[in-house]
């Protein structure tokens, strides 16, 4: 075969040998960002997002409980009032991850930097994500009212705060017994409000010190359960009470949370919460609502004027407490 003989290459990133030579490799970036925040994300799949389309606010609508009365022969039932309300949050901000690599760089690199990089921005997206709704979480176990009552004390009717349960001493937390007793009076503080936490899928989270203690104590058992949406998971859950208990370094346990990318004077920095207290927390998905305006967008692109390779993934959405009641913390004291 001569020097000058001219060879067919195949495209191994195109996508059927038509259009972009680099297709395949875009669609391996993206895939690995959003792979990454499912294995490494809580709480993605278990609080829903509401799409923000034409507005950058959306509302949930909350109706007060009704009111029984007694039938009394030949007298005519009068009507009763309940209580509307309305609730929301607006999405003002996008958040982004981007690495800009030399054109030169990329050549003589020596890994795959694409896929370590898009790693990395999924887990931060991952952990961010968690941290904005676990802090919403927190924010509803921590009220004393509900999100619905516009500052009207006990409306809407049958609507409630959060629930809390303080350690008698610190060091409780890192105690297995009584860590198990005071989640299990938390429990019974939901229901008290009528808040069911098996059929309601409220889930406990804790930090992986409290979650290895529990399961050391054997005070968690390993199994599969459905939740109310109909997904599947297999969970270790507080033996008895047949809650699961997710371990995670996603929610701001006994930290106070300032300076949230989501946070500005328009919100009232509405994503700062001081959890410097709270060591557990336990909520159904009703506690949190959500909407996103741009889901997660990924992309590796090629930028002309800087000669530069470009990683970048984006994303924007909003969240705030619901349904406090459908919330509650373990406190220190």
Known sequence: MALDDVFTITPVNQANQTG?????V???????VEGTIDRRSIMKDKIPFRS?????????????????QKVTPGATLDGTKSDFARNSVTVD??????????????????????????????KKIAKFTDQTLFIQAIKAALATGSSYAGGVSGKPSGHFGGSQETLAAAGDLQDPVKLYAALARLLVKMEKKDVDPRNDDVMIVVRPDEYYTLIQAEQLVNTQYTSAAGNSYEAWVLKTYGVPVWSTNNCPFLTNVTGHLYSNAGNGNAYDVNASKVGALAFS????????AIPLESDIFYDKLS?????????????????NEYAAAILLP
């Open 20 to 24: 972009a030579l680099d297709a395949l």
């Open 52 to 68: 923000i389309r034409g507005t950058d606010t959306f509302t949930n609508r909350a109706v007060g409980e009704s009111t029984l």
């Open 93 to 122: 901000t996008v958040v982004a991850a981007r690495e800009v690599f030399a054109l030169l760089d990329v050549f003589l690199t020596n890994i795959d930097v694409r896929r370590e990089v898009a790693v990395e921005q999924g």
């Open 307 to 323: 000669k530069s390779w470009i990683v970048d993934s984006h994303l924007s959405f909003a969240a705030g407490p619901n349904r």
């Open 26 to 32: 875009i669609e391996e970036f993206t895939g690995m």
């Open 285 to 292: 998905p009703r506690a949190v609502m959500a909407g996103e």
